[in-house]
């Protein structure tokens, strides 16, 4: 039976073009394969810790925490592999199967067909399953003749699952240092404006280097702006101040 199926497909090599043997099976051109991806930041983004909740009501007392702020960049990855749910097998038109196991499988390499990209699983037997860019599993499959030649092979393939789908493996770092860490204090009432202390650490000093300044707005001014972040003021007196923060700077 192997030896059936090499005789078929060094032919179909030799005539570089799509042939149909007598089952109906196709037997398309030949291709070579190319490295898989690597590794790579799929997008960058930040992690925020608050001491609050968008439209939350608080109240904070002269030298309180109005607002508390530290953010952190991460980095998200898209790594070189894919992810099976479940055992996906592929049966051959000769009885072979091949087999993803359920977990995570390095992708082998890559292939293009017909212009568009491929992503291949070894399976085993010389035959490596092609997953599209979205994860699912096709209905031909490749088998690996001398080198670096492939031949891809379709017709009456089964599947089982029948939707067969991997999704691709991610992962996230959180940098340790933050890039922005601030602390908005209530300082009460003076000369008819309310006065806010603006503390800024320097990133990796847990606080304890850093610059300060003080703003102050007139006390019967409801809607604030410190650091980008909007706050509304409900109440404020010279003991304390009842506000709610109702857009963030990020």
């Not at 109005?66 to 998200?76: A, C, G, L, T, Y």
């Not at 017909?114 to 994860?135: P, R, V």
């Not at 202390?197 to 300060?212: L, Q, R």
Request: glycine share 6%; with cysteine.
């Amino acid at each position: 039976m192997k030896k059936n199926l090499f005789v078929m497909l060094c032919l179909a090599a030799l005539t570089n073009c799509t042939a149909l043997d007598n089952k109906g099976y196709n037997y398309e051109t030949e291709v070579k394969m190319n490295p898989p991806p690597q590794t790579a930041i799929e997008k960058s983004d930040y992690v925020v810790e608050t001491n609050y909740e968008l439209n939350d009501v608080k109240v904070a007392g002269v030298d309180d925490t109005v607002v508390r702020v530290i953010m952190f960049n991460r980095n998200n990855y898209l790594h070189a592999r894919m992810v099976a749910d479940q055992k996906i097998v592929l049966k051959t038109q000769y009885g072979e199967e091949a087999v993803i196991k359920k977990g995570a499988s390095n992708i082998f390499g890559q292939v293009t067909i017909k212009g568009e990209n491929y992503y291949t699983f070894d399976a085993g037997s010389n035959i490596y399953m092609l997953a599209d860019s979205m994860g699912y599993i096709q209905n031909k499959y490749l088998y690996k003749l001398k080198g670096n030649a492939y031949q891809i092979i379709g017709g009456r393939v089964s599947l089982k699952p029948n939707q067969a789908k991997l999704r691709w493996e991610r992962s996230s770092e959180v940098a340790k240092i933050p890039v922005k860490d601030f602390e908005i204090d209530f300082q009460g009432i003076a000369n008819g404006n309310m006065k806010f202390f603006v503390k800024y650490a320097v990133p990796g000093t847990n606080g304890e280097d850093g610059s300060f300044k003080t703003i102050a707005f007139p006390k019967d001014q409801t809607m604030i702006s410190i650091e980008g972040i909007m706050i509304r003021v409900l109440r404020v007196d010279r003991t304390q101040i009842e506000y709610t923060v109702i857009k963030n700077a990020w």
